[in-house]
C-alpha cells in the first residue's frame, strides 16, 4: 500500500514545526539566541526538582518558567562551558509535558526554549567533582579521605592525614578548613544549624573538638576521650595498622540538639587484648556531659555499633577485654543493649549465644538498628543470623530469626557470607548481605568457597512481621547504606586489588520507599563510578547525594580517579 502523504501550511515557521513536533515525541529544541548563538539546553527530572544545563555558559541574569509560570532557581552554577541552575524543591509528575522557556532577564530576549516529556523515573545528575587539591595544593601522597558528611548544603569531610574542610557545594567554594597534626580523622559532622563543626582525632589524646564556622580558629570546646578509654602507643608504629590501635570516636549521632558519641579503644597487652568503650551524651553547645554509659568506668568490651531513635539508643558489643577489668554492668561480649536516651539508663540487654559448632563467639560488625519511633529493633551477628526485637507493653521481646547468610555446606566445606549492615524504618527492617567466605578458623587448606553463598550481595526488605516484603540483588560488595526521609542509597563495589579479569559495578542504588508495587518500582536509579567506592563513604541528604571514588587497578590499567562524586 502507497501513503500519499500532504502536509498542510497549518504551522508558520520551522521553529514551529519542531515545536510541534517536540510535544509530540517529547524532543529537545535548541534555538539560537538573539546573537544567533545555537544554545544546547538539557532539562533534567531529579528526585529533589529539576536541572536545567545551558551550554555555552550565560553570565548574564534569566528568568526560567517552567509551563508559563516563573521558577526561581535555589542554585546557578557558572561552569567554564555551561550554566546550571537548580530548580528544587519542584514537585513534577511522571509522564507529563513540560515547557521550559529561558529568557534574558534585561531584555525579555528568549535564549532558549525547550518541550519535553517527564519520565517515569528519577534521573541523577552529576552536578560536580570534588578533589583534594581543590582545597589543599600540597598533600601527602598518601593522603586519602576517611569521612564524610552532608548538612543541608555543606559537605565536611576529614583525611587519614589530621586535614578537615567544609565544602559549601551550592557556591562550589571551601568556607573552613584546619589541620589536625598527627591525627586521623575518624568523624565530621556539621551541627544541624550548620554554624558549628565537630570532628573526631584518631590518636594518643583522641579529642572530641567543636569549632564555630564564623570564626576560622575559635575552639568552642573539645573534650580528651583518652581520659576515659585510655591511651596507649602502637605496638609497632611503623605499620600501617598501628593506627587502629589509638583510641577514638568510632560514631556520632544527633538527637534533640545533643551529640551522642561512642568511644572505643583496642590495644595489645601482654595476656591478649585491652578493649575499652564508652558512650555519651553531650550538650552540642556547651559540650557538657549529660550523661555517660557506663557512668564510673568504660565497659570491657567493644562497641560495634549503635543507633537512636526518638528516647532509645541501642548498640551490639562483643571482644571481651582480657587483663584488667572493669565492672560492665552485666553487660557480656555477644550483647544487644538498649538504653534510654535521656538518661542512659538500661532498658533492655541481651546476650545472644553463639552458633555452634561453627562458632564458639557472637561478634558484630554494623548490625544493629532501631525505628525512628522507637518500639522495634533489627540485629545481624557475625554467624548469618538476624534478628527483630519489639518493645509491647515495656517489655523488649526477641519476634523473630531467620538464618540469612549462616553457614551452608559445599562439597565439605561450609561457607557463609557478611551479614553486618542493617538499617531499620517504621516500615521496613533492612538486611544488606555481601561477599561469600569460608570462616578462617574452618578453613582447611582451601580459603576460596567452591560457590557463592545463595545470599550473598543482595539488599533484602522484611515487614516487621518477619515477612519478606521484597530483595534486590546488588552485584557487587555492598560498601555502606543511608537513608533521607524515604529514600536509601546502597554502595556496591570491589575493593582491594582487582584479583581476576571479571568486572562488576561500581555503583549507587537508590530506592524511593515511598513507592507502592515491586522493588522494581521502588528502585528510583543507578549511579555507576568508573573507580571503587571505600566503606561508608557515602551520604545522602534532600537534595544532594556524594560519594567518594578511589583509583582502583587490575592487571592491565587503573580504573577511576580519587575524588567525591556530588550528585542532585
Known amino acids: 500500500m502507497i501513503l500519499n502523504l500532504k502536509l498542510y501550511p497549518i504551522i508558520s515557521s520551522s521553529f514551529s514545526v519542531l515545536f510541534f513536533c517536540s510535544a509530540i515525541l517529547g524532543l529537545t529544541i535548541n534555538l539560537p539566541d538573539a546573537e544567533g548563538q545555537q544554545n544546547q539546553t538539557k532539562l533534567v527530572f531529579t528526585r529533589s526538582g529539576l536541572v536545567v544545563e545551558l551550554k555555552p555558559k550565560l553570565v548574564e541574569s534569566v528568568v526560567i518558567s517552567i509551563n508559563g509560570l516563573v521558577v526561581e532557581p535555589t542554585i546557578s552554577s557558572q561552569r567554564k562551558h555551561k550554566t546550571i541552575f537548580c530548580l528544587s524543591p519542584y514537585d513534577w509528575q511522571l509522564g507529563q509535558i513540560y515547557h521550559l522557556e529561558i529568557r534574558r532577564k534585561s531584555s525579555r530576549h528568549l535564549v532558549t526554549k525547550q ?90 589524646d583522641a579529642w572530641l573538638s567543636c569549632y564555630s564556622l564564623d570564626d576560622h580558629d575559635e575552639l568552642s570546646w573539645r573534650y580528651r576521650l583518652a581520659n576515659d578509654v585510655e591511651t596507649s602507643k602502637p605496638y609497632s608504629p611503623s605499620s600501617q595498622w598501628s593506627w587502629l590501635e589509638l583510641p577514638t570516636a568510632t560514631k556520632f549521632q544527633w538527637i534533640n540538639g545533643d551529640l551522642l558519641v561512642a568511644a572505643t579503644h583496642v590495644w595489645p597487652n601482654k595476656q591478649g587484648t585491652n578493649v575499652r568503650s564508652q558512650l555519651y551524651r553531650f550538650d552540642a553547645a556547651s559540650g557538657q556531659i549529660k550523661w555517660k554509659f557506663p557512668a564510673d568506668n568504660p565497659l570491657p568490651v567493644l562497641v560495634r555499633w549503635f543507633d537512636i531513635s526518638v528516647d532509645r539508643l541501642a548498640f ?33 540487654q541481651k546476650a545472644f549465644k553463639p552458633l555452634e559448632p561453627y562458632y564458639k563467639t557472637v561478634t558484630f560488625w554494623r548490625g544493629v538498628s532501631i525505628t525512628p519511633n522507637g518500639k ?30 549462616t553457614p551452608i555446606v559445599v562439597n565439605q566445606m561450609p561457607i ?61 560488595m555492598p560498601q555502606g547504606i543511608k537513608i533521607e526521609n524515604e529514600y536509601i542509597v546502597v554502595a556496591s563495589s570491589d575493593y582491594g586489588e582487582a584479583g581476576t579479569n571479571e568486572t562488576k559495578p561500581n555503583a549507587l542504588t537508590v530506592f524511593d520507599l515511598q513507592k ?37 587497578r587490575s592487571a592491565t590499567k587503573v580504573e577511576g580517579k580519587n575524588q567525591i562524586h556530588i550528585i542532585r
Open 376 to 405: 522495634s529493633v533489627n540485629i545481624t551477628t557475625d554467624d548469618g543470623r538476624a534478628f527483630l526485637l519489639r518493645e509491647t507493653d515495656n517489655e523488649w521481646r526477641e519476634i523473630w530469626q531467620t538464618d540469612l547468610t
Open 316 to 348: 551490639v558489643c562483643d571482644k571481651q577485654s582480657v587483663g584488667k577489668q572493669y565492672d560492665s554492668a552485666g553487660i557480656r561480649s555477644g550483647s544487644i543493649v538498649i538504653l534510654n536516651a535521656s538518661d542512659g539508663q538500661i532498658l533492655f
Open 115 to 204: 518541550t519535553t516529556t517527564s519520565p517515569t523515573k528519577p534521573t541523577p545528575y552529576l552536578f560536580d567533582y570534588l578533589r583534594l587539591k581543590q582545597i589543599w595544593s600540597l598533600l601527602p601522597r598518601d593522603c586519602r579521605i576517611t569521612t564524610v558528611d552532608l548538612t543541608k548544603d555543606q559537605l565536611s569531610i576529614g583525611t587519614n592525614k589530621g586535614h578537615v574542610a567544609v565544602w559549601d557545594l551550592s557556591i562550589r567554594s571551601v568556607i573552613w578548613k584546619k589541620r589536625f597534626s598527627e591525627s586521623i580523622i575518624k568523624q565530621v559532622s556539621l551541627s544541624p544549624d550548620g554554624q558549628q563543626i565537630y570532628i573526631s582525632e584518631q590518636s594518643s
Open 416 to 476: 557463609t557470607a557478611t551479614a553486618g549492615t542493617v538499617l531499620a524504618t517504621d516500615k521496613l527492617s533492612l538486611f544488606v548481605t555481601g561477599d561469600t567466605f569460608i570462616p578462617y578458623h574452618l578453613q582447611t587448606g582451601v580459603s576460596r568457597p567452591p560457590m557463592s553463598h545463595p545470599n550473598g550481595m543482595t539488599l533484602f526488605a522484611y515487614q516487621w512481621n518477619g515477612q519478606l516484603a521484597w530483595q534486590w540483588e546488588l552485584g557487587n
Open 516 to 552: 507502592n508495587g515491586t522493588v522494581v518500582d521502588k528502585h528510583a536509579f543507578t549511579y555507576r563510578l568508573s573507580g571503587q567506592i571505600p566503606y561508608d563513604q557515602i551520604d545522602i541528604s534532600k537534595q544532594w547525594i556524594v560519594c567518594v571514588e578511589t583509583k582502583s
